[in-house]
């Protein structure tokens, strides 16, 4: 019973903007650490962006820095990454985590077996 709904994605032209959102289910956000990561076709799973379970550290991927936000919405349980002037190079499938096991290091988002994943959004940044 413990899954994200996910939503947000999709295809947008570079410069344009997208907000992924990932609504949980069956589990208490505030209670943990939050991350997003993407994987990109033929490249390894990249940790985009993350932030403490008392938001006190968040976390971005140098190439992101000043374009992505990260925030999350207790009473609704659902966390979000605003992506503004998106690039060609953003074009990957987007992955919400978070749980037991999460953790927002000043390195990036680390996670663990016991965590729970959103199933991907896809996001396409072309002309």
């Known amino acids: 019973q413990v899954h994200f709904v996910e939503s947000g994605g999709g295809l947008v032209q570079p410069g344009g903007s997208l907000r992924l959102s990932c609504a949980a289910s069956?589990?208490?956000?505030?209670?943990?650490?939050i991350g997003w990561f993407r994987r990109a076709l033929g490249k390894e799973l990249e940790g985009v962006s993350c932030t403490s379970s008392s938001d006190d550290r968040t976390y971005y991927l140098d190439s992101v820095k000043g374009r992505f936000t990260i925030s999350r919405n207790n009473a609704k349980n659902t966390v979000y990454l605003q992506a503004n002037s998106l690039e060609p190079e953003d074009t990957a499938l987007y992955y919400c985590?978070?749980?037991?096991?999460?953790?927002?290091?000043?390195?990036?988002?680390?996670?663990?077996?016991?965590?729970?994943w959103g199933k991907g959004l896809l996001v396409t940044v072309s002309s």
């Open positions: 069956g589990f208490t956000l505030d209670d943990y650490a």
């Open positions: 985590a978070a749980g037991p096991r999460f953790y927002c290091s000043k390195y990036g988002p680390i996670y663990g077996t016991e965590d729970y």
